[in-house]
């Protein structure tokens, strides 16, 4: 019996020490996890956030259509790039979409950055989008690297409309423009 009991001991002993090493590797884990957090963390803190970057159609100078690429949030977004999956163009067929920094990126925008660019005038952009069936918007994808390292990328499939319908009540100035359509 004493042997059975010396076994069992050892087995007991082992079984021991397995456990402890799991339990120590488990928190080594947990620690480097929760240091990497707090890495990014500190370091989205001191570059003012996460970057966010939006590209919207703008109707601020009426009659005129804007796209607008802007940065809407905390911290430098650097090399933002963009993919669209059609021409962005005007009426007369010259494509926005192969302005520079749509085609090659933006090495760097910075928090409440905007770069705009002149689309079209209204009454003519509006037909023409209509008859290149762009009624369902331009989908795309995007991608930015954040200020500490790590890279960030979105992909736009069923984008809202790229122009929604917008019903504006009668203005003197713009007699003909009785609904126009703006981004989201």
């Known amino acids: 019996m ?11 002993a082992i079984t021991t020490v397995f456990y402890a090493a799991v339990f120590a590797i488990g928190y080594y884990l947990m620690i480097k996890g929760n240091r990497q957090v707090l890495r990014e963390m500190r370091e989205e803190r001191l570059s003012g956030g996460s970057p966010q970057v939006i590209v919207e159609t703008s109707l601020l100078n009426l009659p005129m ?7 809407v949030s905390g911290g430098a977004a650097k090399d933002i790039s963009f993919e669209i999956s059609s021409p962005i163009e005007d009426s007369s067929g010259y494509a926005i979409s192969d ?17 705009r660019c002149l689309w079209d005038h209204v009454d003519r952009l509006m037909p023409y989008l209509r008859e ?28 809202p409309p790229a122009v929604r319908r917008v019903a504006l009540r009668r203005n003197p100035a713009f007699p003909r423009v009785t609904d126009c359509y703006t981004g989201e």
């Open 132 to 159: 290149k069936g762009l009624n369902e918007g331009i989908g795309g994808e995007g991608e930015l690297q954040r200020p500490y390292g790590r890279s960030l990328h979105d992909r736009v499939e069923d984008q």
């Open 2 to 12: 004493s042997v059975d009991v010396s076994i069992a001991q050892i087995v007991t």
């Open 65 to 71: 259509v804007e796209l607008v690429v802007r940065h």
């Open 99 to 115: 302005l520079r920094y749509l085609r090659e990126g933006i090495p760097l925008l910075g928090s409440g950055e905007r770069i």
